[in-house]
T-cell receptor, first 114, second 116 residues
Framework: AQSVSQHNHHVILSEAASLELGCNYS??????LFWYVQYPGQHLQLLLK??????LVKGIKGFEAEFIKSKFSFNLRKPSVQWSDTAEYFC????????????FGAGTILRVKS | GAVVSQHPSWVICKSGTSVKIECRSL??????MFWYRQFPKQSLMLMAT?????????EQGVEKDKFLINHASLTLSTLTVTSAHPEDSSFYIC????????????FGPGTRLTVT
């Protein structure tokens, strides 16, 4: 089945540690890729997106993600996390072959210890 | 940036009653709106897609007679949960996009529905 997989459901890091959250998808063809963040008690916010061009995408708050087409991956990274990055992170894929609907991964809850 | 609002932010209703949730795009024309459901500790599941002026397209397993969606204008969509039951308790989130200009969706803050 077509899907979006996030490898870790819970991640705990200390401040200043580096972060990498994995995301893989199983759609062929043209895709648009997104990472969303949901801070406690708040709504989903867009961190970054990839439509085309440079596969290394920079987003807000120091986050970046790399689209590796051959691996069907779009991993999220941040070199040094802060306590305020504690949130849930969702990878999402919009695939033309799936009618342009946005399909979400299960989410990764990140807790940053101060 | 584009802003999407939802009203109410939370609602408690009795089993058997109906509840209407509104989703508004405040500063752009939402040609397409989406309704999602989020269970605790789970991801967002798409319930239906609605294009302005057209009938909504429901995902497999979503009862269209139970979850009535109306998208009568370019800034407003409504989701009505009819004859609500406790199993309908969930977090309902809408999103909107202007499909003429972008694939990007903008999300509302969500509505927490509790059916007692």
């Amino acid at each position: 089945a077509q899907s979006v997989s996030q490898h870790n459901h819970h991640v705990i890091l200390s401040e200043a540690a580096s972060l990498e959250l994995g995301c893989n998808y199983s759609y062929g063809g043209t895709v648009n890729l997104f990472w969303y963040v949901q801070y406690p008690g708040q709504h989903l916010q867009l961190l970054l997106k990839y439509f085309s061009g440079d596969p290394l995408v920079k987003g807000i708050k120091g986050f970046e993600a790399e689209f590796i087409k051959s691996k069907f991956s779009f991993n999220l990274r941040k070199p040094s996390v802060q306590w305020s990055d504690t949130a849930e992170y969702f990878c999402a894929v919009n695939a033309l072959e799936y009618g342009n609907k946005l399909v979400f991964g299960a989410g990764t809850i990140l807790r940053v210890k101060s | 940036g584009a802003v999407v609002s939802q009203h109410p932010s939370w609602v408690i209703c009795k089993s058997g009653t109906s509840v209407k949730i509104e989703c508004r795009s405040l500063d752009f024309q939402a040609t397409t709106m989406f309704w999602y459901r989020q269970f605790p500790k789970q991801s967002l599941m798409l319930m239906a897609t609605s294009n302005e002026g057209s009938k909504a397209t429901y995902e497999q397993g979503v009862e269209k007679d139970k979850f009535l969606i109306n998208h009568a204008s370019l800034t407003l969509s409504t989701l009505t949960v009819t004859s609500a039951h406790p199993e309908d308790s969930s977090f309902y989130i809408c999103s909107a996009r202007n499909s003429r200009t972008s694939y990007e969706q903008y999300f509302g803050p969500g509505t927490r529905l509790t059916v007692t």
